[in-house]
């Protein structure tokens, strides 16, 4: 139960009162995880972040980068919003809740079936954190996505400041699978690759996140990656689309549950990577297989 209510004007504020309260005080963003009935974050003190300047959506050549408040539909109505972000973003179907869930506080809640984690990973965005040292210093951290989400716990208690998208020719998108928009979900499925000209190695940096109810590492939270099968597809040893299809369906660990056995989702797993893969292929201009 929230006992304690903190409106902090500085991040330095911030991550001086959650260095005193530790694991008891969380971050206020949006407040729709925190807020909500069986919520995993029951924090005892939360620090509201409102004030501090983290609701801008910048952009330059290199890509954009947005504040960690910037609301889900914030993000939808800017007028330079990729389409595959766009999609991931509506997978948080009711716009009341768009109004307020934040971007930073969807990656912060760390959930296995996470609207955005899967399109982030395969995107390969970094985040930029706030931390406090031991001699109460504030210094700022550029993480990938990647690292943040593999170790966790190192970050607990890191601020988000900010997301950057800084690879704007790279191919990234997701799938998601629920019986309705606002259902549970069975999987969410995120493919994301750079594609060259050169024949030799005509892709890299592959990505395959997948989340989901009761798909991969349930109890650990999070998305999880298969990066045997990254490599063999940036090495060519998986080359065509149904040979990726067979490859995820079987790699993919899964559970049967109310959104479906786990045979299902293997197949929505293999299926949805295929289908991303061969999007990205085909917007690389190289057909539909290698
Ligand atoms: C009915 C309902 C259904 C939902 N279904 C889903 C779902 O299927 N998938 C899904 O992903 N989410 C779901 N959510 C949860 C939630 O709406 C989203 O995850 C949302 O993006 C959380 O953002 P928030 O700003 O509301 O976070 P908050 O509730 O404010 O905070 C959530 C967590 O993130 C931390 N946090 C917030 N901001 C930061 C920051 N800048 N830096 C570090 N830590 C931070 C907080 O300390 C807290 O631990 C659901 C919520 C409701 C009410």
């Known amino acids: 139960m929230i006992e304690n209510y903190v409106r902090v004007s500085s991040i330095k504020e911030a991550l001086e009162i959650k260095a005193l309260h530790g694991a008891e005080a969380g971050y206020l963003a949006g407040g729709t ?7 995993q ?7 509201d972040l409102q004030d501090l300047g983290l609701s801008s959506i910048a952009e330059d050549g290199n890509g954009f980068e947005l504040g960690s408040c910037v609301t889900f539909q914030q ?36 959930r296995p079936d996470s609207y955005l984690l899967p399109f982030l990973t395969a995107a390969k965005v970094r985040l930029i954190l ?26 607990r208690d890191s601020l988000i400041v900010r997301i950057v998208f800084d690879k704007p020719g790279r191919f990234a998108a997701s799938q998601r699978f629920s019986k309705s928009i606002q259902g549970a979900v069975s999987l969410t499925a995120g493919f994301g690759a750079d594609f060259s000209d050169s024949d030799a190695r005509p892709l890299e ?5 997948l989340g989901g109810t009761g798909v991969g590492n349930y109890e650990g939270g999070m998305v999880y990656r298969l990066p045997d099968i990254e490599s063999a ?9 149904a040979e990726l299809q067979k490859a ?42 290698l």
């Not at 899964?254 to 959104?259: G, L, M, N």
């Open 33 to 39: 995880e925190i807020n909500r009935l069986n919520t």
């Open 41 to 47: 974050h029951p924090f005892a003190v939360v620090i």
């Open 75 to 110: 993000a939808l109505d800017w007028k330079s919003v990729p389409a595959a972000f766009a999609d991931a973003l509506r997978y948080a179907g009711s716009r009341t809740l768009r109004n307020s869930a934040t971007i930073g506080g969807n990656i912060a809640s760390g």
């Open 205 to 209: 940096n592959v990505r395959i996140a």
């Open 233 to 241: 597809l940036s090495e060519g040893v998986i080359r065509t689309a």
């Open 130 to 155: 706030a931390d406090i040292g031991s001699e109460e210093l504030e210094h700022e951290e550029s993480v990938p996505i990647r690292e943040f989400a593999e170790h966790s716990e190192m970050y």
């Open 248 to 289: 995820v369906s079987e790699a993919t660990a899964a559970v049967s549950d109310f959104t479906g056995s786990a045979e299902y989702k293997k197949y929505l797993a293999g299926t949805a990577v295929a289908q991303l893969y061969s999007r990205g292929l085909e917007k690389a201009g190289r057909g539909s297989d």
